[in-house]
């Protein structure tokens, strides 16, 4: 009984701990978006500056031949954010500046990775995101959400293609895009193809799920129900008021994502609130947002129907902040290591699965499982392995994929945490511009899949 007690105790200090940082970091990043507009709105108003722009002669044919080239799009990973969003804060650190033809979508950050792929769709091509009939009458949502007067890109099609970088779940969010595409999926486009996509290039991709859903409060059984006290649940109270009390001005910051759930006092009112609260209704309730879809479990049944595609190129960055000592796996220094993923880091290297629950695939070892970046498992993010493992093949040298086939996915280990590589580009130093770098430089090589040129560079 005793032990019993001080386990309990042990498992609310770390809720409380882990709550109290995720807080405390969520709190830093809002306050220093608003730091950050107040401080350009001044800017503005007292230093009035006009500059005199020399229009260099070649300027137009410049922006011609850009314009040729396949844009790259960046698409974030949970609790992420697009342009627009919080005030100059970038996702994904500023490379979107590295390259002239780069969108950065705003996806729904805590909606599920089929309602993202729909967004995104709509986003490029525009007009009214369509859910499906089928999907939001089973979810109870509406079908219809955002509308994109004009679409970012909307003559994407096989002759206009694009590069897809995702970070984490932004990764599987374009893979389940491409097979949409692949399938047909939208209506009113009959025509769309995987072979829209020229290259797919993932940054902590989460391609086969993570042991950290459960850590958070996913049940292990069944990889879809919440644990009743967990870091998950108090999330899931906090989304529900917040979307609740439907803020403009905070809406316009952050945004879940969760509009076409229909959630504001205006539409439930306070019943509905309570409803959602007890867990009868809304996204929690349907099942029909992220996380379920990062559980292994869940994302073995994502895989089942996605395909690695003959026609298009395919690159993965694994992140890894782990080492071996003595046998055990264990986080590879304090330092190194974002205080948001310390904790974590440290339980997925002794994660063990539950010995009742029956395993996710055939063949699991805990052990496979324990390197890991403090939010995936580094053997999730190196390309689709589970049900069913895709083409592959780790890069050790350059040299090795020089030139790149289509249809294989090429990966590398990086040594990092999970948020190296967005945010604060000062943690990553001059690892930053080398990925970016080396990320943009790929695409550009292969500009066009029909007289394709082979990268010669840096992977």
């Given at each position: 009984?005793?032990?019993?007690?001080w386990?309990?105790?042990?498992?609310?200090t770390?809720l409380?701990v882990s709550?109290?940082v995720?807080l405390?970091y969520?709190?830093y990043?809002?306050s220093t978006?608003?730091a950050g507009d107040l401080?350009?709105a001044?800017?503005?108003?007292?230093y009035?500056?006009?500059l005199?722009?020399?229009?260099?002669p070649?300027s137009?044919?410049?922006?011609?031949?850009v314009k040729d080239?396949?844009?790259?799009?960046?698409?974030?990973g949970?609790?992420?954010?697009?342009k627009?969003?919080l005030?100059?804060?970038?996702?994904f650190?500023?490379?979107?500046?590295?390259d002239?033809r780069?969108?950065?979508?705003d996806?729904?950050?805590?909606?599920?990775?089929y309602d993202?792929?729909?967004?995104?769709?709509?986003?490029?091509?525009?007009g009214?995101v369509d859910y499906?009939?089928e999907?939001s009458?089973?979810?109870?949502?509406?079908?219809?959400?955002r509308i994109y007067?004009?679409g970012?890109?909307?003559?994407?099609?096989?002759?206009?293609?694009?590069?897809f970088?995702?970070?984490?779940?932004?990764?599987?969010?374009?893979?389940?895009?491409?097979?949409?595409l692949?399938?047909?999926?939208f209506?009113?486009?009959e025509?769309?193809?995987e072979?829209?996509v020229?290259?797919?290039?993932a940054?902590?991709?989460a391609?086969n799920?993570t042991?950290?859903t459960?850590f958070?409060g996913m049940?292990?059984?069944d990889?879809?129900?919440?644990?009743?006290?967990s870091?998950?649940?108090?999330?899931?109270i906090g989304v529900l008021?917040?979307d609740?009390?439907?803020?403009?001005l905070?809406k316009n910051?952050y945004?879940?994502?969760?509009?076409?759930?229909?959630?504001?006092?205006?539409?439930i009112?306070?019943w509905g609130?309570?409803?959602?609260?007890l867990?009868?209704a809304g996204p929690f309730?349907?099942?029909?947002?992220?996380?379920?879809?990062?559980t292994?479990?869940?994302?073995?049944?994502?895989n089942?129907?996605?395909?690695t595609?003959?026609h298009t190129?395919?690159f993965?960055?694994?992140?890894?902040?782990?080492?071996?000592v003595?046998?055990?796996t264990?986080?590879?220094?304090?330092l190194?290591?974002?205080?948001?993923?310390?904790?974590?880091?440290?339980?997925?290297?002794?994660?063990?699965?539950?010995?009742?629950v029956?395993?996710p695939?055939k063949?699991?070892r805990?052990e496979?499982?324990w390197d890991?970046?403090g939010a995936?498992?580094?053997?999730?993010?190196?390309?689709?392995?589970?049900?069913?493992?895709?083409?592959?093949?780790?890069v050790?040298?350059?040299?090795?994929?020089?030139?790149?086939q289509?249809?294989?996915?090429?990966?590398k280990i990086?040594?990092?945490?999970?948020?190296?590589?967005?945010?604060?580009r000062?943690?990553?130093g001059?690892?930053f511009?080398?990925?970016?770098d080396?990320i943009?430089e790929?695409c550009r090589?292969h500009a066009?899949?029909?007289?394709?040129?082979?990268?010669?560079?840096?992977?």
């Amino acid at each position: 009984m005793i032990v019993r007690w001080w386990i309990t105790a042990l498992q609310l200090t770390e809720l409380f701990v882990s709550s109290l940082v995720h807080l405390a970091y969520g709190f830093y990043i809002f306050s220093t978006a608003v730091a950050g507009d107040l401080s350009q709105a001044l800017s503005d108003c007292f230093y009035k500056i006009n500059l005199d722009v020399n229009e260099d002669p070649s300027s137009k044919e410049n922006i011609t031949s850009v314009k040729d080239l396949p844009p790259i799009v960046l698409v974030h990973g949970i609790f992420g954010f697009g342009k627009g969003r919080l005030g100059g804060i970038s996702y994904f650190a500023g490379a979107e500046k590295k390259d002239d033809r780069v969108l950065v979508p705003d996806l729904g950050s805590l909606t599920s990775i089929y309602d993202r792929a729909r967004e995104l769709f709509y986003y490029l091509k525009g007009g009214q995101v369509d859910y499906g009939e089928e999907h939001s009458k089973a979810c109870g949502h509406s079908q219809f959400g955002r509308i994109y007067e004009q679409g970012h890109y909307p003559e994407w099609d096989e002759d206009h293609l694009i590069h897809f970088v995702g970070h984490s779940a932004g990764a599987q969010v374009v893979r389940v895009l491409q097979q949409m595409l692949a399938d047909k999926a939208f209506k009113g486009y009959e025509n769309t193809s995987e072979n829209w996509v020229l290259s797919i290039t993932a940054l902590s991709g989460a391609f086969n799920g993570t042991t950290r859903t459960y850590f958070d409060g996913m049940h292990p059984e069944d990889g879809k129900s919440l644990r009743p006290v967990s870091l998950l649940q108090l999330c899931r109270i906090g989304v529900l008021i917040y979307d609740w009390f439907d803020i403009p001005l905070l809406k316009n910051y952050y945004n879940f994502g969760f509009d076409h759930f229909n959630l504001s006092w205006r539409k439930i009112g306070i019943w509905g609130l309570i409803d959602c609260l007890l867990g009868n209704a809304g996204p929690f309730a349907s099942r029909d947002w992220i996380l379920p879809d990062l559980t292994l479990q869940g994302s073995i049944k994502l895989n089942s129907h996605l395909h690695t595609f003959p026609h298009t190129y395919y690159f993965s960055y694994a992140t890894k902040r782990t080492n071996k000592v003595l046998g055990l796996t264990v986080p590879s220094g304090i330092l190194g290591i974002h205080p948001l993923l310390f904790i974590r880091v440290l339980q997925m290297s002794l994660w063990r699965h539950p010995p009742d629950v029956p395993p996710p695939y055939k063949g699991y070892r805990d052990e496979d499982w324990w390197d890991n970046d403090g939010a995936l498992n580094t053997i999730s993010m190196t390309h689709p392995r589970f049900p069913v493992e895709h083409p592959s093949h780790l890069v050790v040298k350059d040299s090795e994929c020089q030139p790149m086939q289509p249809g294989i996915w090429y990966y590398k280990i990086v040594e990092g945490d999970h948020i190296l590589f967005i945010v604060n580009r000062e943690r990553a130093g001059v690892q930053f511009d080398l990925i970016y770098d080396s990320i943009f430089e790929r695409c550009r090589k292969h500009a066009f899949r029909r007289n394709p040129t082979m990268p010669n560079h840096i992977i």
